[in-house]
DNA sequence: CGGTGTGAATCTATTCACAGCA
DNA sequence: TGCTGTGAATAGATTCACACCG
């Protein structure tokens, strides 16, 4: 046993813990088989990734599904939950503010930021909202540890450093630009667009 | 020289390609650390990458943006028009809807479908729109090579299966479900969740 | 010199093969 | 016997070091 998690296997174990959470037979038992089902990894891999999480007491004779949530959560640190907020609110970024699956998956939607002031106050929602420049004071006194940046991307830099100087350390990026953070700060980028090219490319490769 | 990129650096590309598409000075020479800086990616690696690709007539003395781009896109076969549809047309589906950033991208938004009828009928929109159970008929009729996936996880499969069977071989699928489908298709997950608990255990893995 | 391009070395992840438990 | 768990073997990616070009 390892004390130390390969990145890709902690990827594919976050993934693991949100599809058990979707099983609706928690009390089940599932074996490396059916995971491999489900997730669409090699058996013989799930069984390594799980071999990563320290704790597990197996029963040899298959897992189940509750404890490997749980077994996965002290691993990995994913208990409480994680204050958020989401800049911009775009087409994109509207569309997350309405979206009920924060909450469940243990990310609380705190606030709302935009450059635009008409926005903020037209907007329906349950989610305080404030305007951009509001972000050092708001999201630090909101204690926000996890920042989502959907603004257009000539202000994707700025966003960040001023989610930074708040005090946030984890952000979400959908812009296509590359964020300069400290060390400490994690960023993750999702981009469709970049997807789709990556999709067109394997395509292209397999004839 | 080899024939074959691996597929982390075969990512970065196309990674790259997008954020050289958006120097507005095209023509001017770029060199590998300057490269670095706007990708986050180490100058050694970017040339690594580079090397990869066939047919770059290297000055020896940095890159031209614009060959570099051509380059690229010779070699990763994404010079087309790609036509493209999404199935899902909730918060997240009609948000793209309306994205404008396809078509400079390469690529065309060709039909969106939804299960529900209201929806196709009262949303405003250019683009042609019809219910989820024409997707075989529609999608295979309008040439339609890549899908995105915006429905709810329990019709995830289902809609993949029908986009497959219309000819479909390239999917983007928002939905947190493993899709099944055959060797031929290339599928990519994107899943804001899973960034967040990748992001949340990375930061607790730093302390 | 200040850059590129690339084989070789290192580091990392995946797969295999099998011992051992239920 | 069926499945887990894991060291060892393999495959793969990144980094390094340096020859070579403008």
Redo the contacts between chains.
């Keep these: 046993m390892q004390t130390f998690i390969p990145?890709p296997a902690?990827?594919r174990i976050?993934?693991l813990?949100?599809?058990l959470l979707?099983q609706v037979e928690q009390e089940k038992r599932i074996d490396s088989n059916e995971i491999s089902?489900?997730?669409?990894v090699a058996a013989n891999t799930v069984r390594k990734d799980i071999s990563y999480l320290e704790g597990y007491k197996g029963s040899k004779q298959g897992y189940t599904v509750a404890e490997l949530i749980t077994c996965i959560e002290e691993n990995?640190?994913?208990s409480g939950t994680?204050r958020?907020c989401i800049v911009g609110l775009g087409?994109?970024g509207?569309?997350?503010l309405?979206?009920p699956?924060?909450l469940p998956?243990g990310?609380k939607l705190t606030a709302g930021f935009d450059s635009d002031i008409n926005v903020i106050e037209l907007m329906k929602t349950d989610i305080p909202l404030f305007p951009a420049y509001d972000i050092e004071e708001q999201a630090e006194r909101l204690n926000i540890e996890?920042g989502?940046i959907a603004v257009p991307?000539k202000e994707a830099q700025k966003t960040c450093s001023r989610l930074v100087a708040a005090g946030v350390?984890?952000?979400?990026n959908f812009t296509?630009?590359?964020?300069?953070v400290p060390e400490?700060i994690?960023v993750?980028n999702?981009?469709?667009?970049?997807?789709?090219?990556?999709?067109?490319?394997?395509?292209?490769?397999?004839q």
Excluded: P, W
Excluded at 176 to 180: D, V, Y
């Design positions: 990145q902690l990827e976050c993934r813990r949100i599809i979707e089902v489900l997730t669409g990995l640190k994913l994680v958020t087409k994109l509207s569309a997350m309405d979206y699956g924060f998956a990310y996890l989502i991307s350390n984890g952000i979400l296509s630009c590359t964020l300069h400490k994690v993750r999702i981009s469709f667009l970049h997807e789709f090219d990556i999709i067109s490319a394997l395509l292209a490769d397999k």
